[in-house]
Each structure stands twice: as C-alpha cells, then as structure tokens.
C-alpha cells in the first residue's frame, strides 16, 4: 500500500524512476522498510554555517538503519575524478562520440554531509550513497563504491548489509522504523521548497554581509560563535535524540537543483506489509 501526503510534488521523471525502482527493490529485500522522498528539514548550527533547512531526495528506513540518497539525472558517458595540484580529488564527466569534458561538483561530500546530520540527529546506523539515473552513465573504478547507477540499484541492499555487519550493528524492530519515519515526516511538515529556498538565499545574503563586515570590522571584535536555531525533532519523540550538526558546503553548492524545485516536499510511502497509517 502507499501513503502520499495530499499535495504530491512534481517531481522530475529521474527522480520519479528512482522512486519507484527503490521502494520495489527495498519492499522486497527489507520488508517493512519505510521510503520517504523529498523530505525538508530544520538545521541547528546557525546561519553562520549553514541554511537553515537541509532537504533529502530520498530516505530508506529500514531494519539497518537509515540510507540517504542523492539522485542524480547526470547525463553522459563517464564519470571520473582527477586530482589536482592542490591534491583536491575533482569530478568530470565525458561524453561519448565527442572531446567533451564537463566538471561537476563533489555529489557524494553533499550527500555525506546531510546524512552526518540525520545520524547525529537519529542516533542510529546510517549510510550515503549517490545514484546516477542516467542507465548509460559508467562511473569509473576507482571512485567511490557509495555511487550506482541505477541498472546497479538491486545490489545495493546485499552491499548494505555487508556493511552494516562489518559494523556489528544492531537491527531495528518494525516499531522503531515506523517511529523514525514517522518523526521526521513530522519534523518536515510546514516546511515548503518555497521555504526552502528563502532559506537559501537568507544564508547567500548573510554570507555576503558577513565577508563585507568582516573586512570593515577590526580583528579584536570578531566572532566566530553561530546563531543557533531549533532543532528538527521535539524533545519527547520515543528515544531518538535531538542534536543536529552540519558541517558547511561549499557556496557554489547550495544552488545547482534549485532551479528545478518541487512544489511541495514529501512523498511517503508504506511497505504493502504493514497497515496505512493517517498524516494529518
């Protein structure tokens, strides 16, 4: 069975391919998993450092923990990173039939970031992952093995697994998933794309004042404390803890799938296995 909130988001067909091929492959590998899709959330280390919402593409709950994806509909032939002189690792993408050769930014440092946030938020196993859409897109060997394609996608929970006891972690109970899923569906309400966005442009715009006063004001008077914000999850939500911390993206991140914002946040789905639940 599956469950959407009222105001379902237009998303991008890419994204609606991933959506479907990771609920299917999940309900079948980890029955009673929970798979919420473009889901908004508050941040508490200040707009010194970061927006004041994070928003995720795709989060899996199930008896291992929490995944997070970042989808991806990078079109091309190959994707490489090359490093350079400063020893920075950076991402290119050739084409085939032509020289072509395009650098994008570092999606899996995004994705690691946002995802530190929901383990120190959740407190429990969790794992990124990038996945390319694009079928014909090769991701080159020696890149990182949290990035598929998405003609990878069905191996991607037996890999899971193997890490997840490679880290002698504890599974979670059925009531445990629901409560997770349920919180930060909870936590997300209110928080539109169009809130989102403002969010963005706020920390664009104090970032900017920030560099002008920073040059104008003398060195003794500066500070470097961050305001801080509410925290995504109450206080009481079952035993999940509440802190939530977000090291900073670099600037030139933050806008790049802005221009395609959806129109309303979440998707949610139910496993078929368990009873639907109500959101209001």
């Known amino acids: 069975m599956s469950h959407t909130n009222k105001k379902r988001p237009t998303s991008n067909l890419s994204e609606i391919k991933a959506i479907e091929q990771i609920t299917e492959i999940f309900e079948e590998a980890t029955p009673g998993c929970r798979v919420l899709s473009n889901i908004i959330l508050r941040t508490t280390c200040g707009i010194d450092v970061c927006p004041a919402t994070a928003e995720y593409d795709i989060i899996v709950v199930c008896r291992y923990g929490l995944i997070h994806f970042e989808v991806k509909g990078w079109c091309g ?6 490093i350079d002189r400063s020893g920075s690792s950076r ?5 085939a039939g032509s020289d072509q050769v395009e650098e994008r930014r570092n999606a899996l440092k995004q994705c690691a970031a946002k995802t530190k946030m929901l383990r120190q938020e959740l407190g429990v196993w969790t794992q990124h992952c990038v996945l390319f859409t694009d079928a014909n897109l090769q991701i080159a060997p020696n890149m990182s093995p949290y990035l598929f394609n998405i003609n990878e996608l069905s191996y991607v929970p ?11 972690e504890k599974l979670l109970d059925q009531r445990t998933i629901n409560a997770i899923a349920e919180t930060l569906v909870e936590a997300s309400a ?4 169009e809130k989102h966005l403002k969010n963005i442009h706020a920390y664009l715009e104090h970032k900017k004042a920030g ?12 500070s470097t404390a961050p305001v801080k914000q509410k925290a995504i999850l109450p206080a009481n939500e079952s035993d999940i803890c509440v ?3 977000r090291d900073p993206d670099p600037l030139a991140e933050l806008l790049i799938d802005y221009p395609s914002m959806r129109q309303n946040q979440i998707i949610w789905h139910m496993s078929k ?8």
């Open 243 to 245: 802190q939530l911390h």
């Open 77 to 82: 032939d190959y994707l490489y990173n090359v």
């Open 91 to 95: 991402w290119m993408i050739r084409f």
């Open 190 to 193: 209110g928080l539109s794309p």
């Open 273 to 280: 296995h368990l009873s639907p639940l109500v959101l209001v």
């Open 211 to 222: 560099k002008s006063a920073h040059a104008q004001e003398p060195s003794s008077k500066r």
């Open 158 to 168: 037996r890999f899971l697994r193997m890490k997840h006891k490679e880290g002698s």
